[in-house]
């Protein structure tokens, strides 16, 4: 592992593998190592101390495994600790490292999807919380007016496998009236969730056709990709010999492979990482 130096994507469960699956299809020469905190899931509802250090330890640990540069593939992660770990912990563990999240190169573009200039957000409660998203959004589209919603069960749903039964339509349903509900003028939707992309077709089928559903997988690998062009310090450094390796903070390996794979779209075979 020490000879390689691979992209390092983490995320507080599995949410992070719908946005991996998208940087791999369209980055597929580089070296991965994934990280899931699952002991510690879901990250949503708790501090934003608790957040950061989480969320330091588990990029200190990829930067162990190698990794120059540590994607954070959850929006409650970048909301709430993105900020302190760049401005402040990587100055001291090694600045020529580099931690990137998923909010800002999202808020970069989501206003060209919108033809009304309004916007839904739908997210954990801890992002809508930190109000990421309206301040993001604001420096690139100051014009478009944003309507936040928090989703606090459709985590739940989707982590203990039921997003795609007859009883999660209520919860859907029920978010999403509460959002509409806030402006009639609303036509895009972002699903500020790496999780919600496994419910996007329910949520489609409770919208009027108009509304545009607005992953965030395909906007942050375009952005990365992006990045790696205008950076060549860091794509010089990054391997390519088209490896992914998954590792899981939980012990119970096979429990995480089997909803991984759902995430990712494709086996997946994890090793298990012991928190210090």
Known sequence: MLNKQPIGIFDSGYGGLTVFRSIADQLPDYDYIYLGDNARAPYGNRSF??????????????????CPLVILACNTAS?????????????????????????????????????TKQIGVLGTKGTVQSKSYLIEINNFFPEVK???????????????????????????????????????????????????????????????????????????????KDYLNRHSEMEQKLTKGHTRQFFTTSDDTDDFDHHASMFFSEQVKSEYASLK
């Open 146 to 224: 944003v309507h936040q919603q928090a989703c606090p069960l459709w985590v739940p749903l989707v982590e203990n496998g039921e997003h795609d039964q007859p009883g999660a339509d209520y919860f859907v349903k029920k978010y999403l009236d509460q959002v509409l509900a806030k402006s009639t003028e609303i036509d895009t939707l972002l699903l500020a969730c790496t999780h919600y992309p496994l419910l996007q077709g329910k949520i489609t089928a409770y919208l009027p056709k108009h509304i545009k559903v607005v992953p965030q997988g395909d906007i942050v690998a375009a952005s990365l």
């Open 49 to 66: 101390n608790t957040i950061h250090e989480y969320t330091w330890q588990c990029v200190q640990m990829l930067f162990e495994m190698g």
């Open 79 to 115: 909301a709430k600790a993105l900020r302190t770990i760049q401005q402040r912990d990587l100055i001291h563990e090694d600045p020529s490292k580099r931690v990137l999240g998923v909010i800002r190169p999202t808020a970069e573009v989501i206003g060209n999807y919108t033809q």
